[in-house]
């Protein structure tokens, strides 16, 4: 045969099964049309490394099962901090607080409500130049639109946003560039946008106060999730850590492991508690993950700084409504946890990876704010305990800051 686009169908396919890297789907893809089509059935997530937003309109990706970077040439982000990660697309904010989703992989991009929209978003001003020093309103200094901002005393400052005028919160300017950078704790995605699938809808955790928002295809603003008076931990507001889609709906963990089923469809918002909250934690983070086998699953890490990481593994027993330890661990099964929407994925489908392990980041925010994040990156072996570095991953001094942090990605091809 002369010809490779003469290549037959079924020899393409047993070909692209044996692709699990996305440079060789790229290369596969170059060769001419009829290798386009075909596509392979698994990438392996690449870690999107820190940045200069303001200048860089190239962005680094390692695979660290090659143990190598690739450099992708993304003027779409230029000027924009991601904040997340789901179904191979990141979410970007600019800074006029729009947003976009952005496949990273094809540079193909979809628009989004901006951040403005959010329900806890009371008020925006872009024409207002407050300096750091003056986001806190004092006595005297707030224009008439904020009468109800809470007054500060001069030298106290606090940690709330603006907005929540009807759930007994204070209200606080908050300067554009902290929004831009903390606002989005986490985004997931119902499915991936594409010409062919239109209908999907994005779950966010968003604000000071771990609450929830959903925006659906097409939505001209964010929408709340979360009504004060029916999610609740006690006396207490629940707060979320994590968010997950699974057989139609979303779910979303609660501090304390308390689970929430919410049906965003078209008809009505449906909330339905899963497991009640229990204390599992005293410091530490927890993840929602959907299986590759098709189980959801808690994951609790507590950190004492790199390497002193502990991850547990709690299955969901539905007909008890509870957690149940799992000794086990995750047989073998990969998790990359982190910023992104968890991911699963089978150590047979990963070549070089490891079963029972989880590829994590560091996702805690605040440690980023205070120029001492982002070195808690690493491979946690669940059955001996051991954490490992990550290949590829060149540790920073620790006086400097590593932003944005980095953020696993799932290439996707097909969008």
Same mark, same amino acid.
């Given at each position: 045969?002369?010809?490779?686009?003469e290549l037959p169908k079924e020899?393409?396919?047993?070909?692209?099964?044996?692709?699990?890297?996305?440079?060789?789907?790229?290369?596969?893809?170059?060769?001419?049309?009829?290798?386009?089509?075909?596509?392979?059935?698994?990438?392996?997530?690449?870690?999107?490394?820190?940045?200069?937003?303001?200048?860089?309109?190239?962005?680094?990706?390692?695979?660290?099962?090659?143990?190598?970077?690739?450099?992708?040439?993304?003027?779409?982000?230029?000027?924009?901090?991601?904040?997340?990660?789901?179904?191979?697309?990141?979410?970007?904010?600019?800074?006029?607080?729009?947003l976009c989703l952005v496949n990273?992989?094809?540079?193909?991009?979809?628009?989004?409500?901006?951040?403005?929209?959010?329900?806890? @978003?009371?008020?925006?001003? =872009?024409?207002?130049?407050? /300096?750091?020093?003056?986001?806190?309103?004092?006595? &005297? *200094? $707030?224009?008439?639109?904020?009468?109800?901002v809470y007054l500060i005393p001069?030298?106290?400052?606090?940690?709330?946003?603006?907005?929540?005028?009807?759930?007994?919160?204070?209200?606080?300017?908050?300067?554009?560039?902290?929004?831009?950078?903390?606002?989005?704790?986490?985004? @997931?995605?119902?499915?991936? =946008?594409?010409?062919?699938? /239109?209908?999907?809808?994005?779950?966010?955790?968003? &604000? *000071? $106060?771990?609450?929830?928002?959903?925006?659906?295809?097409?939505?001209?603003?964010?929408?709340?999730?979360?009504?004060?008076?029916?999610?609740?931990?006690?006396?207490?507001?629940?707060?979320?850590?994590?968010?997950?889609?699974?057989?139609?709906?979303?779910?979303?963990?609660?501090?304390?492991?308390?689970?929430?089923?919410?049906?965003?469809?078209?008809?009505?918002?449906?909330?339905?508690?899963?497991?009640?909250?229990?204390?599992?934690?005293?410091?530490?983070?927890?993840?929602?993950?959907?299986?590759?086998?098709?189980?959801?699953?808690?994951?609790?890490?507590?950190?004492?700084?790199?390497?002193?990481?502990?991850?547990?593994?709690?299955?969901?027993?539905?007909?008890?409504?509870?957690?149940?330890?799992?000794?086990?661990?995750?047989?073998?099964?990969?998790?990359?946890?982190?910023?992104?929407?968890?991911?699963?994925?089978?150590?047979?489908?990963?070549?070089?990876?490891?079963?029972?392990?989880?590829?994590?980041?560091?996702?805690?925010?605040?440690?980023?704010?205070?120029?001492?994040?982002?070195?808690?990156?690493?491979?946690?072996?669940?059955?001996?305990?051991?954490?490992?570095?990550?290949?590829?991953?060149?540790?920073?001094?620790?006086?400097?800051?590593?932003?944005?942090?980095?953020?696993?990605?799932?290439?996707?091809?097909?969008?």
């Amino acid at each position: 045969m002369s010809k490779w686009s003469e290549l037959p169908k079924e020899l393409l396919d047993e070909i692209a099964k044996r692709l699990h890297f996305f440079a060789d789907y790229a290369r596969m893809r170059s060769v001419c049309v009829a290798w386009r089509s075909v596509l392979p059935k698994t990438c392996s997530p690449y870690l999107l490394l820190p940045y200069d937003e303001e200048t860089a309109t190239a962005r680094d990706f390692l695979c660290p099962f090659e143990n190598k970077v690739y450099q992708l040439e993304l003027p779409e982000l230029q000027g924009k901090v991601v904040r997340g990660s789901s179904h191979g697309w990141v979410i970007a904010f600019g800074r006029g607080l729009e947003l976009c989703l952005v496949n990273p992989f094809t540079r193909a991009q979809i628009q989004l409500p901006p951040l403005y929209t959010f329900p806890e @978003v009371e008020a925006y001003h =872009p024409e207002w130049t407050w /300096t750091r020093e003056v986001y806190f309103f004092h006595s &005297g *200094q $707030y224009p008439e639109w904020a009468s109800e901002v809470y007054l500060i005393p001069s030298g106290q400052s606090t940690s709330h946003y603006l907005g929540y005028p009807n759930r007994s919160r204070d209200n606080v300017i908050r300067e554009l560039v902290h929004l831009q950078n903390l606002f989005i704790g986490k985004i @997931v995605l119902s499915a991936s =946008p594409s010409l062919a699938n /239109t209908d999907y809808t994005i779950m966010a955790i968003t &604000g *000071q $106060y771990s609450d929830l928002a959903f925006y659906r295809s097409g939505d001209k603003k964010w929408t709340c999730a979360t009504p004060a008076d029916q999610i609740r931990t006690g006396d207490e507001e629940e707060r979320f850590f994590d968010i997950a889609y699974h057989e139609g709906q979303f779910y979303a963990l609660g501090y304390g492991g308390g689970l929430w089923g919410f049906d965003v469809s078209r008809e009505h918002l449906k909330m339905t508690q899963v497991v009640p909250p229990e204390t599992l934690m005293e410091n530490g983070f927890l993840y929602l993950v959907k299986m590759k086998s098709g189980e959801l699953v808690m994951i609790q890490r507590t950190v004492d700084g790199w390497p002193k990481e502990v991850f547990n593994v709690f299955k969901l027993d539905p007909d008890r409504k509870t957690w149940v330890s799992s000794k086990n661990g995750i047989g073998d099964e990969v998790l990359f946890l982190g910023y992104n929407a968890s991911l699963s994925y089978s150590c047979h489908d990963i070549p070089g990876s490891k079963g029972n392990c989880i590829y994590f980041t560091d996702n805690h925010e605040d440690s980023h704010t205070e120029n001492e994040g982002g070195y808690d990156i690493g491979v946690y072996d669940l059955e001996d305990g051991s954490v490992q570095p990550l290949p590829g991953w060149t540790r920073i001094d620790d006086d400097i800051l590593v932003w944005p942090p980095p953020i696993w990605v799932t290439p996707n091809p097909c969008s």
